[in-house]
Every structure is written in structure tokens, then in C-alpha cells.
């Protein structure tokens, strides 16, 4: 069974920075496109970056900029470095397989003053 744990979330004040980490436990992990998403309250879950196999990343117009996701196929481990945190960014993140639909628990992201 896939699982992926996401961490790194927590409380920050605006402009400050997170790093989330997500470790899955999927065979053959290098081979998939994987997908940052965040679900803000009230929200649909949404699709914030993504990074292929081969290491090119796409982000939604939002965090173009201040996001940036990374992996490292050995840890079998996708990032999403943030910076410049604004309170709209406050969400529950979640990573997961690039179009797949299975999900952990997520991390919760605050941003306020």
C-alpha cells in the first residue's frame, strides 16, 4: 500500500519561510511525477507544484516564484521549500503521486501575525 507522510508545517508570520517534506513509501518512486497540493478551509484541494521524473517543475501562478519543489530519489523524498509566506498560503499540505489520488494526512501550514 502507497503512504506518504508529509512534515514541516507549522506557524509563520508573513514573509517568513517553510520547508515541507514528503516521504513515500512507493517502489520505484523515481519514476513517478510528483504533485505538492494544499486544501485552503472552505476550499478544494488544489495542485500548488509539480516535479517529473526527470526533475522539471511547474507551479501554479500563485507561488511562481516563491515556492520550489525538489526530490531526492534516494530518500525517496519531495520537498516544497517556501518562502515569502503569505496568509493566503495557509492550507493543509498534502504531496502524493503526480494525477494520483491516494493521500496522507497532510500537514497544516499557518501563516499569520
Known amino acids: 500500500q502507497v503512504q506518504f507522510v508529509e512534515s514541516g508545517g507549522g506557524l509563520v508570520q508573513p514573509g517568513g519561510s517553510l520547508r515541507l517534506s514528503c516521504a513515500a513509501s512507493l517502489r520505484h518512486f523515481s519514476i513517478y511525477a510528483m504533485g505538492w497540493y494544499r486544501q485552503a478551509p472552505g476550499k478544494q484541494r488544489a495542485l500548488v507544484a509539480s516535479i517529473t521524473s526527470g526533475g522539471s517543475t511547474d507551479y501554479v501562478d500563485s507561488v511562481k516564484g516563491r515556492f520550489t519543489i525538489s526530490r531526492d530519489n534516494s530518500k525517496n523524498t519531495v520537498y516544497l521549500q517556501m518562502n515569502s509566506l503569505k496568509p493566503d498560503d495557509t492550507a493543509v499540505y498534502y504531496c502524493?503521486?503526480?494525477?494520483?489520488?491516494?493521500w496522507g494526512q497532510g500537514t497544516q501550514v499557518t501563516v499569520s501575525s
Open positions: 502524493t503521486v503526480y494525477g494520483g489520488d491516494s
